[in-house]
């Protein structure tokens, strides 16, 4: 079978190696063509490579393109993916170290808070170029985003195009196989069910072997002797775990950021043991060790192994392409799928897919504990959404307003001293804002 598959952002090594190992992995997948596209030519030509030595020393048929031309990468494909950072590490340090001076000390600040706001507004309107070109060049193509803050993004997708868009991401996922390690279980023999938001769903049903695994989880949290090894670092999820009886998706690290309790003062950042916006920053840099790891990759004469990775993406391009039905889990349009959180948002269900594309799952009404919780962030990415569609700097300091983070720590004069002068240092990415 021959489709166009094509990775926008492919110079993000991690990304880009990833998805063309997973979806050359698939026999029935490797008669298509990939198509790279980065701004950045010297980390596209790396990721080229790799993809060339790849497909030749396992003999595949897969053709290889790459160019820096977003609208000949979109000529005619199937599958879009996305994974972007506008502006780069220095970007992303002005949303974190801007808020950190007025007190905000954020984990990861790409999704909440007001360093996940100006993300969104950066990524979601270069997002939105990359949709009406979709529009015009590929109009039937499925867009599968992996770029964060993933709710702001897709939300500004459902409002402002046309395009078919499922929002990607391996919290559930990951959560799940972390679970099993918490009860001593095989992950293949637990199963689950959840639903929420993206980075804050909730593992509404937890089954080892068929059967309810929350109580032997619930006797595991009460263990002192549990948080000396495999609990030590996610004191937060299990701390929200008791309160609303039912375990989030994100790790300890981010949930913190989308809620008021666990960042606000010092001394509760370390009682829980979580790392500030400088740790973040230094991570980032840090990244230029992975880069030349791959680039050793790709000159030593090893056979580069296939292994697939736990990212669903190939999975939904082999649903599509064969027929074979999965189950994913997927950041869609709330169409009342999830009955007591707001039509239109979006939300992570699990979804079905087949060769007519993907099918979102019905869930109902979420705990409303738990329904709660989410809506205090769906406020944030609604009025973030409606910023970015409407170019609009009142409406993204009302969205940091009403964060729970921010809200929990700054008055409204200090957001909108905050918000002012984040606008004015990141002014070049944010082109037509008033």
Request: aromatic share 10%.
């Amino acid at each position: 079978m021959s489709f166009k598959v094509v990775l926008i952002g492919a110079g993000s090594y991690v990304f880009g190696k990833n998805l063309i190992t997973d979806i050359l992995s698939y026999p029935e997948l490797r008669d298509c063509t990939i198509s790279l596209m980065d701004i950045d030519k010297d980390r596209l030509s790396l990721t080229e490579a790799f993809a060339r030595k790849l497909v030749d020393q396992w003999g595949f048929k897969t053709k290889i393109e790459a160019t820096t031309d977003r609208r000949k990468a979109l000529e005619g494909a199937d599958y879009v993916v996305t994974s972007i950072r506008v502006g780069g590490l220095e970007a992303t340090k002005l949303d974190l170290e801007i808020p950190l001076k007025y007190g905000i000390d954020q984990a990861v600040g790409d999704t909440v808070g007001p360093g996940g706001v100006f993300y969104g507004l950066k990524n979601a309107s270069a997002i939105l170029d990359i949709c009406h070109d979709m529009e015009e060049l590929c109009p039937n193509a499925l867009l599968m985003n992996y770029t964060n803050p993933m709710a702001i993004i897709c939300w500004s997708v459902y409002e402002g195009t046309k395009v078919n868009v499922v929002g990607l991401c391996h919290s559930v996922q990951g959560t799940a196989y972390t679970l099993s390690k918490y009860i001593n279980a095989p992950p293949a023999e637990v199963s689950y069910l959840a639903a929420g938001i993206n980075h804050m769903s909730w593992f509404l049903e937890f089954k080892w072997r068929g059967e309810d695994a929350y109580p032997i989880l619930r006797r595991r949290v009460e263990d002192p002797e549990f948080y000396k090894s495999l609990a030590k670092g996610d004191l937060v999820r299990i701390e929200v775990f008791k309160a609303v009886g039912y375990y989030p998706s994100e790790s300890s690290h981010h949930l913190s950021e989308y809620l008021p309790y666990f960042r606000k003062r010092q001394n509760i950042m370390e009682k829980y043991g979580l790392w500030g916006s400088l740790n973040r920053i230094k991570s980032i840099e840090d990244r230029s060790r992975e880069n030349e790891a791959f680039r050793k990759m790709i000159e030593n004469s090893e056979k580069i192994p296939i292994r697939r990775s736990a990212e669903y993406c190939s999975t939904i391009i082999y649903s599509m392409e064969t027929g074979t039905v999965n189950l994913i889990y997927g950041n869609v349009k709330n169409t009342g799928l999830i009955t007591n959180l707001p039509y239109g948002c979006c939300v992570e269900v699990p979804c079905l897919v087949d060769k007519t594309g993907i099918h979102p799952c019905y869930i109902g009404e979420l705990p409303p504990q738990c329904a709660a919780l989410n809506r205090m962030n769906i406020n944030v990415q609604e009025l973030a959404t409606k910023a970015v569609l409407e170019k609009s700097k009142e409406l993204a300091f009302q969205a940091i307003m009403v964060d729970p983070l921010t809200s929990a720590v700054l008055t409204i004069e200090e957001i909108r001293s905050m918000v002012d002068e984040m606008f004015k240092a990141e002014e070049k990415y944010l082109k037509g804002y008033t």
